[in-house]
């Protein structure tokens, strides 16, 4: 008979909410943040209302030891036992509308799902204005359940309510009070749930996600990472979330995380988090080093408390505002100038791994840091070296700083000094560059550092006295600034030289950086007629 990966399970809706909250269940954002949209949660409450079936829930017993605690300062919580799999959204949505508990959205809001329900027949509704000031309705389910408030004096305020909107029978009180009656009960709503074992890896967990999720949502190791840091270091995830959310906006006061180059997630975060902390970019290597395995492939609780205290002093690095402001300047001294000159963000970030290793490992004095990585960013991004097999480029990138003592650096500069040589060849000037610029791709490595070049130089933008870098200020949000322009313009190729072909026509090399105005003027003349033209004209104007 084949092994069971698993056991069934039947959870009452209270049961599990209590399980929540005394962190039992961990419910983490393992499929992303919560996604549902309010009219979802709306059809979960009516089909549980109306008895109907609303599916499995699938959880992953952590297998931890019994009283095992969060890292951290201070008196933690238990770590959780059970992790929920499938059914986040469900359980998510219970939850939140039940308790009143904010959610947080892909976009890092903070709101609250708000449900109302209309006991003269039994309806469910989203909760808007015009529903606030409608007395047929409860606005906020939520308070059938606000033990503070007590489901009794909920009911006497509704019906007093809709008693002076209009006189209810008796027969019509008692039919409102048993339709709100049976919406309270359904916290003993019976779940089925699937619990899978311990002991199966998370490649199988995630095997058999995918095989039973009708959503086509895929788990990848970051996830798993991210779930586990949420049962044994939640102030740790939370602290990651909480980051990047910061750097979506400017603060008004303050610093903050926000910048003009990226605005990272938390598995991008993480990767960086994981090569300063554990010398490690293949996420699969962190996973079973964060799970405590030991050589014998057993679980170890000291290696797994030892592994996240590794993590824990990594983040506080990452997360460094002065760390992470320090490191943008790399990319300015390389001519990046913002988020659209980034055509790799892996390059970004592991950049950014190996320029906190140089500042927390070798002490590398920050001037010298910031010249050597601005090399190396330079670097990466022109040629890619970030794309494709991602993982094992920078797990070779960090193998390379191990055999270099720690505080040596001069060790640390001389190595990535050497990879830059090594990469960007004379061939590579002479040969694979003219090369890679056959190319009519807008946001092409090659023409962002091209462009980078000019901002280095302090280049004038073309037939103008204002500098490359003043226009491409990301801070400077013109409606309409600097455009490429066609040298050769495109009806002039396509109707007098009789060349068609888009990628010929918007080859890098026929495109140059001009002022709007400049190139609204040109429009489609030839060279020939419009170049001596503007330098007639820009020569008056001075």
Request: charged share 25%.
């Amino acid at each position: 008979m084949a092994t069971v990966l698993f056991k069934d399970t039947t959870h009452q809706v209270a049961d599990l909410i209590t399980d929540i909250r005394r962190g039992e269940i961990a419910l983490p954002d393992l499929q992303r943040p919560y996604v549902w949209q309010p009219a979802k949660a709306r059809e979960l409450f009516d089909s549980m209302y109306k008895g109907f079936p609303v599916g499995y829930l699938l959880f992953w017993e952590t297998g931890i030891e019994p009283g095992a605690r969060q890292i951290g300062e201070g008196a933690k919580p238990e770590a959780a036992r059970r992790l929920i799999v499938d059914g986040q959204q469900r359980l998510t949505s219970l939850f939140a509308v039940m308790t009143g508990t904010p959610v947080v959205r892909e976009d890092y809001r903070t709101t609250r799902v708000r449900l109302a329900f209309r006991p003269s027949d039994d309806t469910f509704a989203v909760t808007d204005a015009a529903i606030e000031r409608d007395p047929e309705y409860l606005p906020d389910i939520s308070v059938l359940w606000d033990t503070a408030t007590g489901r009794r004096k909920v009911i006497r305020d509704f019906l007093a309510r809709l008693n002076d909107k209009r006189p209810l029978t008796e027969a019509e009180e008692d039919r409102i009070q048993d339709a709100l009656d049976r919406l309270h009960d359904l916290e003993s709503y019976p779940f089925k749930g699937v619990v899978l074992s311990a002991d199966i890896d998370e490649e199988q967990v995630a095997e058999i996600f995918v095989r039973i999720n009708s959503e086509g949502v895929k788990l990848d190791q970051a996830d798993f990472i991210l779930t586990l840091t949420s049962v044994f270091w939640e102030d740790g995830r939370r602290a990651l979330e909480e980051f990047c959310r910061q750097s979506r906006t400017p603060a008004l006061h303050g610093a903050s995380p926000f910048n003009w180059y990226i605005k990272p997630k938390p598995p991008q975060l993480l990767r960086v988090v994981a090569a300063v902390g554990l010398d490690s970019a293949v996420l699969k290597q962190v996973y079973a080093t964060l799970r405590g395995r030991d050589a014998s492939g057993k679980l170890s609780r000291e290696q797994r408390e030892a592994r996240f205290e590794q993590l824990q002093q990594a983040q506080k690095h990452v997360l460094d505002l002065q760390h992470w402001h320090e490191f943008f300047l790399c990319l300015e001294r390389a001519g990046f100038r913002g988020e659209k000159m980034i055509s790799s963000q892996n390059a970004l970030l592991y950049s950014y791994a190996l320029w906190l290793i140089g500042r927390v490992r070798y002490g590398v004095p920050l001037d010298r840091l910031r010249s050597v990585m601005a090399r190396w960013f330079f670097m990466a991004q022109l040629t890619g070296r970030y794309t494709g097999s991602v993982e094992s480029q920078m797990e070779h990138d960090l193998a390379l700083l191990r055999d270099v003592p720690h505080g040596d650096a001069d060790g640390y500069t001389t190595t990535l000094d050497r990879v830059v040589r090594e990469t960007l060849t004379s061939d590579f000037w002479t040969i694979t560059l003219p090369n890679t610029l056959n190319s009519s791709a807008a946001k092409s490595p090659a023409l962002l550092a091209y462009i980078a070049a000019l901002n280095i130089l302090d280049a004038d933008v073309l037939l103008s006295d204002v500098k490359v870098r003043t226009r491409l200020d990301p801070a400077i949000l013109a409606r309409k600034g600097v455009e490429r322009h066609h040298l050769f313009p495109r009806k002039y190729l396509q109707n007098t030289l009789k060349i068609t072909t888009s990628t010929r026509i918007n080859q890098i090399a026929n495109m140059a950086l001009l002022e709007w105005s400049d190139n609204i003027s040109i429009s489609d003349q030839a060279p020939a007629q419009y170049w001596p033209a503007q330098l007639a004209a820009k020569g008056a104007a001075r």
